[in-house]
């Protein structure tokens, strides 16, 4: 009662969307939280391009350890937005946003201008620095001309710098990424497959494209403590299969020195997580 024809045909589009987001193939019902949501949505995408604007978007560094004697070898670069009401935010409360409007796209490339940035104040550095990528970035046929021409002009070492990129992102990519791939690697860039074993095409993707190491999803690291499960026998399984063909293992989510223990008797030469030290800022850690 009381629609319009511009009404109801707004109401089906946001129920679309949702059909869209929650795996296509789909049926929605309209309602009113529906509404709600949409609209919480188009408020936030409204903020974040704001916040591109302002430059709100900050990177915190979580470092990784080789686990062999407990040195840290590099960070890893996770975006923050530095909401002006709302305090620093994860990106678990704006990322899909982000994704769907693919404003993703010019958030990666502000984390990466600022990765180099920082990186330059300290040239002769050892420390590596890793960078996510989306598949909404990956998809795009300019990312890899951006991506070296940020590195290049900011006079960076490219070997300083890893590009982390999960399994479903490249599988869902409807473009070849090998030539892009290859082309980071010549400069020395390193290619890592996050999230490993999550996927669905993980021996493939090493064998098709040229990455230099795989990062074990922390689900797997989480279930250590009982060796005789099935998390354990993969998370073994993994690696040496890293370590058979060359790789550098980084297991994510290490809590206890109990889990590091374990990783480093399985192969596993790096690790990240909070038994090494939170995501903090730049000024937190010596980049040196």
Wanted: net charge negative; hydrophobic share 45%; with cysteine.
């Amino acid at each position: 009662p009381g629609s319009t024809a511009t009404g109801l045909l707004q109401d089906a589009d946001v129920a679309l969307s949702e059909a869209k987001r929650d795996g296509k193939a789909r049926w929605r019902i309209f309602d009113l939280s529906m509404a709600d949501a949409a609209m919480a949505r188009l408020e936030t995408e409204s903020a974040l391009r704001d916040a591109l604007d302002q430059n709100e978007f900050v990177v915190h560094y979580q470092p990784i350890h080789q686990l062999s004697d407990n040195s840290r070898t590099g960070f890893e670069a996770l975006v923050r937005w530095n909401h002006p009401t709302q305090g620093l935010l994860s990106p678990a409360s704006f990322l899909s946003v982000a994704e769907d409007s693919a404003l993703i796209t010019v958030i990666g490339a502000q984390v990466l201008s600022h990765v180099c940035s920082d990186m330059q104040r300290s040239p002769h550095g050892s420390d590596h620095v890793a960078v996510n990528v989306s598949a909404i970035e990956l998809a795009q046929p300019q990312w890899a001309d951006a991506t070296i021409d940020t590195i290049v002009e900011s006079g960076v070492d490219p070997a300083r710098l890893t590009i982390e990129l999960t399994e479903t992102a490249v599988m869902s990519t409807r473009r070849d990424l090998s030539a892009d791939l290859l082309r980071l690697r010549e400069l020395g860039i390193g290619i890592h497959v996050d999230d490993f074993g999550t996927g669905y095409s993980s021996i493939a993707l090493l064998r098709d494209l040229p990455v230099t190491g795989i990062k074990l999803d922390r689900s797997f690291v989480s279930s250590l403590n009982d060796p005789e499960s099935q998390s354990y026998a993969l998370a073994q399984g993994l690696a040496s299969l890293a370590f058979s063909i060359g790789l550098i293992g980084v297991a994510e989510g290490i809590e206890t020195p109990v889990q590091s223990a374990f990783l480093r008797g399985m192969g596993w030469t790096h690790g990240q997580g909070y038994l090494f030290g939170k995501p903090a800022a730049l000024d937190e850690w010596a980049l040196a």
